[in-house]
Structures are given as C-alpha cells and as structure tokens.
C-alpha cells in the first residue's frame, strides 16, 4: 500500500487527482464549522447533540450535525434520493428502460432525477430540523428570514457535498460519497480515543478494569479489520475457455481466462441504504415530536424501535431488548436484501452469458446460453448470501455493545463504521493503482 502511495506521488497526473481530493476534503472539514446563519452559537455550545439519531447523523457528518454548519445534514438526503430512484427504477416501466438501455443519456438523465429529488428531501428534512430545534433557542429569533437562511443554508451545503462527490468522483481519486461519509467517520477518531482513555484515567485515578475493556476493544477493532479485509479482497474465479475465432482478416487462437467474482460485489453501500432506511422514521418522528426520546405511546415505540441501529441509542431510556432483538432481525433482512438488489443491479448474468456466447467462449462443462447464466446464477445468490450475513452480523455488533457496561456507551466502536472505512480505503486503494497501471503499462514491444 505504502509502494502505490509512493508511485502515486511521483506520477505527475495521479498526484494531481490525490491533491485535487484532498483539496475537496479539506473543503467539506472547513464546511463543517462554518455555522448556518440564524444560528445563537452560544445556545449551540451549551446544547449540543449527542443522542439518539442526532447523534448518529453527527457521527455521519463529521460533527458538523452538532454545530449546525452548512454541511449539517451530510450527504444522507442524497443516498436516500437514490435509494428512491432504484427503487422506483424497478416498478415503473420507463425509467427501467433509461436505466438498462439509455446509455450515457439515460445516466445523466437519472442523475439529473437523483439531484432533484435530493433536493426535495432535503428542504424537507431542512424544514423538519428547523421546526423541531424551533423552541430550543438556537436560532437567534422566530422570524420568517431566519427560518429562510436556516432552511435554504441546510439545502445548499447538502447541495455543495453532492457536487463536491460528484467532483472527486469524476476528477479525482476514490467514490466521491463514500469518501465523504469515510473522512466524516474518521475525523470523530480522537473523540473515540478520548472516551478510552477516560476509561482508564478515570476521576478515581487509574482504572484495571478500564484498561482491560480498552485492549478488548482494540483486539476487537483489528479482528474486524482482518475480517473485513478477508472478506473484501475474497472472489471467486470462474474459468472461461474461448475457442478459436476469425477477427476481421485474423485468426485469433483459443485462450482461457477466468471471471473474477468478488466475495463482498455491493461492498459497503447495502449497509448505508439499510441504515438510511431504518432511520429516516425516527428522523421524521423526532422533527414533528418534541422530547420523543424520554416519552411513551405507540410513536415513541416507533421512535425507539428505529433508533435502536445507532450506538447512540444507549442514550435514549428505556429501550426495551425486545426492540433491540427485533430492530437487529429487520436490520440484517435489510442488508441482505439491499446487497442481492445492488448485486443484481451492476451484475446482469443473462448479459455476462451473452457476451461469452457472442464471442465464442464456454465455462467449461458448461453448455453456452441459459445454462450458463443459471450457472453463473447459482453462484452469485450463494456469494451474495454469505456476503450479506457478513454485512449483516458486522453491523449488528453495535447494538451488542448496549448490553456492555453504561461506561461503553460513549465509546465510537463499530462495526459498520470500521466496515466503512476499511470498505472505502481498500476501493480508493484499488482505483489508485489501476491509474498507475494505466500510466506505467508498457505494450509487449517495450523492455
């Protein structure tokens, strides 16, 4: 990993692109201090916003949730907007046909529907966020203006973040929205750090207890990195055989080759779209229902039942186990739905049995056409599967943790943001060094 860093920064085009992300990365950090006008940052200081889905969406964006900066309701109205739009892409008959024959128009023309729609959540969610901090005396007054600086301020800066992940996206290195989501996670690390050693140095002086639970969770941390590592370099190599063909005026020779079938195809974003999911009723919830944490009734068990995805959970009292147990069994049938719905929407395998056929190749013991694609079939839903699981019990750990000492509760460990970020790092690693292979390949006549 330290060779490709280092070859990247001695290619002059790669390390544009790498100083070009990390421009756009330092943009989004100083974006999340830079405070929504109409916001009373004396009244935010002594607030804050550290339970229940505001902390969640704080851990997302970096922090900046807690400040009210422009950047305060990250990139969520985006992943929610597309969510939508692939949902939507499987039930009405046009918008399946701009996706699977539209070509390059078709995606500009369904990315231009996300942006929309993104916007429109957003303004939805500015509106909610305003009205539910109305009362509390962060803004500075009632009036109409401030309400319009607040709202349009929340849409922009989720706006700015869309364009900045369009940007690295196409300019630079990496997936520009993971990217973000990925330098939101990490920028929380010290405050992660912080708690564990307050788990040892603790007000009685140090703590044996304290340090045993800090290297549980360290060993926890790089077994779940190992993992996931494990799990994402993991494919599955499928032999191809062509045989001999005539290519214009040549004769081109019989050759074997294989089809590389990845262990963990969606990578990380099921994991995000069943969090988005399972979250956005007690978004909507907590915007229209004051202080819904601490009550009691049918949509504070909503509320409850929702929010038991988040580590931060632990804050709200009382959740009972039952929601706990039944939250984590909603939440794993989610990402194993969303990663056989993401795995089929980029691995068509009637169109990867077409190809071979058209150009004369075979699996071998396998007969060309349907039953190569039953084949190829067969082995996705058993890759899919296992992969799913393993988002799955990776992302229900922290829901474990609520049954740990209260003292946990604080402590910014996860296994879905661990899976993030190893997810995130190892597809930015990759994209790294296939711009450097492209850039230092040499063709067969070159020694």
């Not at 046009?94 to 070509?103: D, N, Q």
């Not at 799990?231 to 214009?248: D, L, N």
């Not at 009972?320 to 939250?327: A, H, L, Q």
């Not at 988002?391 to 829901?399: C, D, E, G, R, T």
Request: hydrophobic share 50%; aromatic share 10%; with cysteine.
């Amino acid at each position: 990993m330290f060779k490709t860093i280092k070859n990247a920064l001695s290619t002059p085009e790669v390390r544009k692109k790498l100083l070009f992300t990390l421009l756009l990365i330092v943009i989004f950090r100083l974006g999340c201090y830079i405070s929504v006008p109409g916001v009373n940052t004396l009244v935010l200081d002594s607030n804050g916003a550290s339970e229940g889905i505001s902390g969640l969406i704080d851990m997302i964006s970096g922090g900046a949730f807690s400040r009210f900066s422009l950047f305060a309701m990250s990139i969520t109205p985006y992943i929610t907007a597309s969510i939508v739009i692939q949902l939507l892409g499987m039930i009405i008959p046009s918008l399946e046909r701009l996706t699977k024959e539209g070509g390059e128009e078709g995606k500009k023309k369904i990315n231009r529907y996300t942006k929309l729609l993104t916007i429109v959540l957003a303004a939805i969610e500015a509106i909610g966020v305003y009205l539910s901090y109305k009362s509390s005396g962060v803004f500075v007054d009632d009036s109409f203006l401030t309400a319009a600086m607040v709202v349009g301020g929340l849409v922009a800066g989720t706006s700015i973040l869309m364009w900045l992940g369009e940007q690295i996206t196409s300019k630079g290195i990496g997936n520009g929205i993971s990217i973000i989501i990925l330098v939101g996670i990490i920028s929380r690390l010290p405050y992660g750090i912080g708690n564990l050693w307050n788990l040892i140095m603790t007000e009685e002086g140090f703590s044996t207890t304290g340090l045993l639970i800090v290297l549980g969770v360290i060993i926890g941390a790089l077994l779940l990195v190992a993992a996931v590592v494990f799990v994402q370099q993991a494919e599955r190599k499928v032999p191809v055989q062509y045989s001999k063909r005539v290519v214009g005026r040549k004769m081109v020779g019989a050759q074997n080759t294989h089809i590389p079938l990845k262990l963990a195809m969606a990578g990380v974003m099921p994991i995000i779209f069943a969090s988005s999911f399972m979250t956005f009723p007690a978004m909507i919830i907590q915007i229209f229902v004051k202080d819904i944490a601490t009550q009691q009734g049918f949509w504070a068990g909503v509320y409850k039942f929702s929010i038991a995805t988040s580590t931060t959970a632990i804050n709200v009292e009382p959740i009972p186990i039952g929601f706990s147990i039944g939250n984590a069994l909603v939440y794993l049938l989610l990402i194993v739905g969303f990663t056989f719905f993401y795995t089929y929407a980029t691995f068509n395998p009637a169109e990867i049995s077409n190809n071979i056929k058209q150009n004369g190749g075979f699996i071998p013991g396998i007969r060309a056409g349907k039953p190569t694609t039953d084949y190829l079939s067969n082995i996705i839903s058993k890759l899919t599967l296992f992969g799913g699981f393993f988002l799955a019990v990776i992302a229900i750990i922290p829901m474990l943790i609520r049954f740990l000492p209260s003292s946990l509760g604080n402590i910014a460990f996860g296994g879905t943001s661990i899976l993030i970020v190893v997810g995130v790092a190892l597809e930015t690693i990759q994209q790294l060094e296939s711009q450097l292979v492209m850039r230092h390949y040499k063709g067969f006549l070159e020694k």
